[in-house]
């Protein structure tokens, strides 16, 4: 069944709509058990803004106040560059999928909405459908609007732990600071895109649990 195996996605957004169309008797199942999946998608990628911080912080630590083992250091840095560079593929990975997912489902809803008589019916069936896909289409513009602030961000961290991994000296730290203070800077608008985007799938997944209705 199609909006089943959509829920196994990492962005369900497109089995919004089915809620329209589905079986009265499973559709507020299908809607808690998509708003838990969205909540889940909201937790993944406020990580990334954790990331960020625990990045940040190791590398604040080692360039500002190096100790007597800079290898410790160092790895604790690299280590946190690399859970975040996993993440951000990760994150990257599903959201494309999202696209052909919810492309293909949105198809589908035009066709099913086709076979509806009843005109009343029908057009709000479309608002509907219009409504959800103005949500998952503000979504989909946030995730590029985060990209395209995360890639080079996450280039100059990479680039950070190749210079490091040939020059880790106080000399070699001393060099990298003002790159170290830029990427503190510019952490801010992007933990700021980050947070936007995973504001709205909780949104939408509150917006579509019943408990909204009971609490």
């Known amino acids: 069944?199609?909006?089943?195996?959509l829920i196994l996605g990492f962005f369900p957004l497109a089995i919004a709509a089915g809620l329209v169309t589905g079986c009265a008797t499973t559709g507020y199942e299908k809607a808690d058990s998509t708003a838990t999946t969205l909540s889940m998608s909201s937790d993944m990628v406020a990580k990334g803004n954790v990331l960020i911080d625990e990045?940040?912080?190791?590398?604040?630590?080692?360039?500002?106040?190096?100790?007597?083992?800079?290898?410790?250091?160092?790895?604790d840095f690299n280590n946190s560059v690399n859970e975040?560079?996993?993440?951000?593929?990760?994150?990257?990975?599903?959201?494309?999928?999202?696209?052909?997912?919810?492309?293909?489902y949105f198809k589908n809803w035009d066709n099913e909405m086709a076979k509806i008589k009843n005109e009343d019916?029908?057009?709000?069936?479309?608002?509907?459908?219009?409504?959800?896909?103005?949500?998952?289409n503000r979504i989909t513009r946030l995730?590029?609007?985060?990209?395209?602030?995360?890639?080079?961000?996450?280039?100059?961290?990479?680039d950070v732990q190749k210079f490091l991994s040939v020059d880790l000296?106080?000399?070699?730290l001393l060099a990298i600071r003002d790159?170290?203070?830029?990427?503190?800077?510019?952490?801010t608008p992007l933990k700021e895109s980050i947070g936007n985007l995973s504001g709205e799938f909780k949104d939408l997944g509150f917006s579509m649990s019943t408990k909204t209705w009971t609490e």
Not at 121 to 136: C, G, L, M, P, W
Not at 179 to 187: F, G, L, M, N
């Open 1 to 5: 069944m199609k909006t089943k195996r």
């Open 55 to 75: 990045t940040l912080v190791n590398l604040n630590d080692l360039v500002s106040h190096p100790g007597p083992d800079l290898h410790k250091q160092f790895n």
């Open 84 to 104: 975040l560079g996993l993440t951000a593929r990760d994150i990257t990975v599903k959201s494309e999928r999202m696209k052909v997912q919810g492309a293909a």
């Open 121 to 136: 019916i029908r057009q709000r069936s479309e608002a509907r459908k219009n409504e959800v896909s103005a949500h998952f």
């Open 143 to 158: 995730y590029e609007e985060a990209k395209a602030a995360f890639v080079p961000y996450m280039s100059d961290l990479r």
């Open 169 to 172: 000296t106080s000399g070699g």
């Open 179 to 187: 790159i170290v203070a830029k990427a503190t800077e510019h952490a």
